[in-house]
């Protein structure tokens, strides 16, 4: 979550995946884990995602997305589908690369649990998604464990688990310019114009966008879209 400088060659090194899964295995299955230390901004997060992804679910019938299935992508200990899409969603699938997180999520979860319908263990550089099964996918401080190259890989084969009218949502940090490399846990963090270019590459278009509010000033800025397919 806190803010690094360092240069964007380092997403090209063969130990980037192998670091970062090396530092999530470090990591405990808490909320504050999750969110590096910064739990305490967990319910400011999900009420700035329900007020992004809610209106979307209850607009007229021509605009309205579906909300049947969705997809928790880096899933973690499911902080996100217990408290956003499992309320939302009639059922909510996780993938997360971590097994041990996968692990503790029925716990965590609790009752909301029963509505789960998958716990899949993958990384998002090698998921493939069920074809044309899901209204929502959600991918929230994850896209920068992946290369540029393998991510838009990743929204293209998202593109194929999509219901027609599907969006991917996206809610990540934003830097203010170009790429910041974080070597503490292997990942990226992108400018809105690196990945505005990433969704072009991949074939999608901005349907919405907002930035979070009320974080940390500490912290990178967040921002969230919804995309579809061109």
Wanted: charged residues 25%; hydrophobic residues 35%.
């Amino acid at each position: 979550m806190a803010q690094h400088t360092q240069g964007k060659d380092a997403m090209t090194k063969a130990t980037f995946y192998e670091e970062a899964k090396n530092y999530w295995e470090e990591i405990p299955p808490t909320v504050n884990g999750m969110l590096g230390g910064y739990g305490n901004i967990s319910s400011t997060d999900v009420r700035g995602s329900i007020d992004f992804l809610k209106p979307m679910l209850m607009c007229e019938w021509n605009e309205r997305v579906g909300s049947e299935k969705a997809l928790d992508c880096g899933a973690g200990i499911g902080r996100v589908s217990k408290h956003l899409l499992l309320p939302l969603f009639q059922s909510v699938d996780l993938v997360e690369q971590e097994q041990k997180f996968l692990d503790e999520a029925p716990a965590f979860l609790g009752e909301a649990s029963a509505n789960v319908g998958k716990y899949i263990c993958c990384g998002l550089q090698d998921f493939v998604p069920q074809p044309k099964h899901y209204d929502v996918i959600w991918c929230q401080w994850v896209l920068g464990h992946l290369t540029d190259e393998h991510l838009i890989s990743f929204f293209k084969r998202c593109k194929e688990g999509l219901k027609e009218g599907a969006v991917i949502c996206v809610k990540e940090n934003i830097s203010r310019e170009g790429v910041v490399f974080d070597e503490q846990d292997s990942s990226v963090t992108r400018s809105s114009k690196e990945l505005t270019k990433i969704f072009r590459k991949a074939g999608l278009k901005i349907m919405k966008e907002e930035t979070q509010r009320n974080f940390p000033l500490e912290i990178y800025m967040v921002k969230m879209f919804a995309l579809k397919y061109r």
